[in-house]
């Protein structure tokens, strides 16, 4: 093939990276839109009118992880939360980071949240004790979390009164909560619900995008093949092995749509801030998807050359 052809492929190859890569941009966002009118929870949340210890007795952990929150004050802006994986809880942060597994003693905290400073670290105070503030809650300083506060501490968790219970919250929370008594269990109010519809316009506009994708890398195999098909034509004529030339021009089509991807993902980096390291296993999709097209177009165009021998 040509370096035109090579460039044409490299072109669709970003262009198909660069619509998975915003389908992600954009379920991110509308997550944390979610999670910033909900307080920081999501819609899979439960209140549980029992104890932190009573709560992990009764769920299943290998439907999954969940984190238990307990209120801190009557408004339901400051909470304690523990979870074996912190790092899993999403939270949108707009300065610093958010929580690390296993991080104990720090807080995210809103943008109008009163902090102290103390040789350069930030601090929350509550209580009479202190926490590290190592992020900024929100998608910007201007957000509906401003006032919120969480803070990763398990004895503040373990210390909810059963009278006032905790919530519950996580990606199977709907299984885990069956396993919990349907008397100490109440459900996600319908604020959150209504939320639902977004979402299912969002899966709805991310299907969609998924299949003319994977429509278009079929398409840019089959233009490869396309592509290709004169050289191989000629090897084959000339006593080449075919399959050393199919196994060579599928390689080439691999490194181009591989570092075409590379440089979608690089670009996307500098441009949103959204973009995270497991976007790489989904934008990189279409590369086999076009080569296994691409094999197939030759490997039926040489049943047909043969017969020219």
């Known amino acids: 093939m040509r370096l035109s052809h090579y460039l044409i492929l490299g072109l ?7 619509a998975l890569m915003g389908v992600q941009v954009y379920d991110q966002r509308q ?4 999670r910033e009118g909900n307080h920081l929870l999501t819609q899979n949340k439960v209140a549980f009118s029992g104890t932190a210890e009573e709560a992990r007795s ?11 929150y307990r209120d801190l004050d009557d408004g339901g802006t400051v909470r304690a939360v523990e979870s074996d994986r912190l790092d899993l809880l999403d939270l949108p942060v707009y300065e610093g980071r958010s929580f690390r597994r296993g991080e104990q003693g720090a807080a995210l905290v809103g943008a ?4 102290r400073n103390e040789d350069g670290t930030n601090f929350y105070d509550i209580n009479g004790a202190s926490y590290e503030v190592i992020g900024r809650l929100g998608r910007e300083s201007r957000s509906l979390v401003a006032s919120d506060v969480i803070i990763a501490d398990r004895g503040l968790v373990e210390a909810a009164d059963p009278d006032t219970g905790v919530t519950i919250d996580g990606p199977a929370m709907k299984q885990q909560a069956a396993l919990l008594p349907s008397h100490k269990v109440k459900n996600a109010d319908a604020s959150v619900n209504r ?3 977004v979402d299912l316009v969002s899966q709805t506009i991310g299907a969609v995008v998924y299949v003319v994708v994977a429509v278009c890398a079929i398409f840019t195999g089959v233009l490869a093949g396309q592509f290709a098909r004169q050289s191989f034509r000629v090897g084959f004529l000339v006593g080449r092995s075919p399959l050393r030339m199919v196994a060579l021009a599928a390689s080439s089509v691999f490194v181009a749509g591989v570092l075409s991807v590379a440089a979608s993902l690089c670009a996307g980096e500098l441009i949103f801030a959204e973009v995270q390291a497991d976007f790489a296993m989904i934008s990189i999709a279409p590369v086999p998807i076009a ?10 165009d040489f049943t047909e ?5």
């Open 112 to 115: 109008e949240v009163p902090i």
């Open 31 to 34: 997550s944390e839109i979610t």
């Open 305 to 309: 050359v043969r017969k020219w021998r």
């Open 12 to 18: 669709l190859f970003v262009v198909m990276s660069s």
């Open 291 to 300: 080569v296994m097209s691409f094999i197939a177009v030759l490997l039926i």
């Open 58 to 68: 009764l769920i299943d952990e290998s439907l999954g992880h969940y984190s238990i």
């Open 195 to 197: 939320r639902a519809s």
